[in-house]
């Protein structure tokens, strides 16, 4: 429910999408805006779980952000298709967050790869160029996910990790 103001390129590149599409296309359409997306064969390999075990299964450093200190959200891929999926199936309107409400920190994550994958990468601290993002906690509510798939509970990102596997 709270406003959309983004305040950079990407975050209004993502609003004047979903704009235009309510614009220009002559039905109610739903928006799926999942954070931070983590999975098998990931091909982004940005700052997060699948980098970070990417590192540690080549036997190279982890590098954090400051102390990793950053509460995020992250969901797993396969829980966006499915609420993706759900959405077509029962022509859902409107803006769902695809979250797992299950917050947790960069430095958690790293902790926990280090832990499954390989306990003698080291996990560096380097100091930042630059403020915190978003003040260093960005979480979502999965509420009104749950408002049509009742028994939602995200895939845990621990669990993935303790069961990782790059195929």
Known sequence: RSETIPDNPHGLMHLFREM???KNLKVDIGHIR???????????????P???LRLAENSEDINLFGKGE????????DDVASIAVTMIMYNI????????????????IAQNVKKSVNNKVKIIHNPRSGPMPHNGYRV??????????HNFDAISLKDYIDGYKND
């Open 34 to 48: 999942p954070t931070l997306v983590y999975g098998a064969k990931d091909p982004h390999n940005g700052y997060g």
């Open 140 to 149: 979502f509510k999965k509420s009104k996910i749950t408002s049509f798939l």
């Open 70 to 77: 950053e509460l995020r959200d992250h969901v797993c891929v």
């Open 20 to 22: 235009i599409l309510n």
């Open 50 to 52: 699948n980098k970070f």
């Open 93 to 108: 309107e409107g803006i769902i967050n695809a979250v797992s409400a299950k917050p947790v920190t960069f430095n958690e």
